[in-house]
């Protein structure tokens, strides 16, 4: 499994509408991607947000990086102070739910 995490600093007070625009627009966008197995969006501390998206491999998870890339310049720009820092990765463990 590979792993995308982007860091964005954001403009203060427009977490909670990104989050939105992220949620209607972007989520849509990464499950469509060939190998997409999870997202998540996480409140990093003032002004920060952090993505985590999950695929199976490096080259989806890239064409991910490509995507995402298009779609903040897009649509959420003017929300963040430039675009986000990324890092990749291939997961060394990854440990699913517990099932009950």
Request: aromatic share 6%; proline share 5%; net charge neutral.
């Given at each position: 499994m590979?792993?995308?995490?982007?860091?964005?600093?954001v403009q203060r007070?427009?977490?909670p509408g990104l989050a939105e625009r992220?949620?209607?627009g972007f989520v849509p966008l990464m499950r469509q991607m060939r190998g997409f197995r999870g997202y998540h969006l996480l409140?990093?501390?003032p002004d920060i947000?952090?993505?985590v998206t999950m695929f199976d491999k490096a080259e989806e998870a890239l064409a991910s990086s490509e995507a995402a890339a298009d779609w903040v310049r897009d649509?959420?720009?003017e929300f963040t102070k430039g675009m986000?820092?990324?890092?990749?990765?291939?997961?060394?463990?990854s440990e699913?739910?517990?099932?009950e």
């Open positions: 590979f792993i995308v995490i982007r860091k964005y600093k007070g427009t977490g992220v949620q209607q409140d990093g501390g947000l952090v993505s649509n959420v720009l986000p820092e990324v890092t990749v990765g291939n997961a060394l463990i699913p739910e517990a099932q």
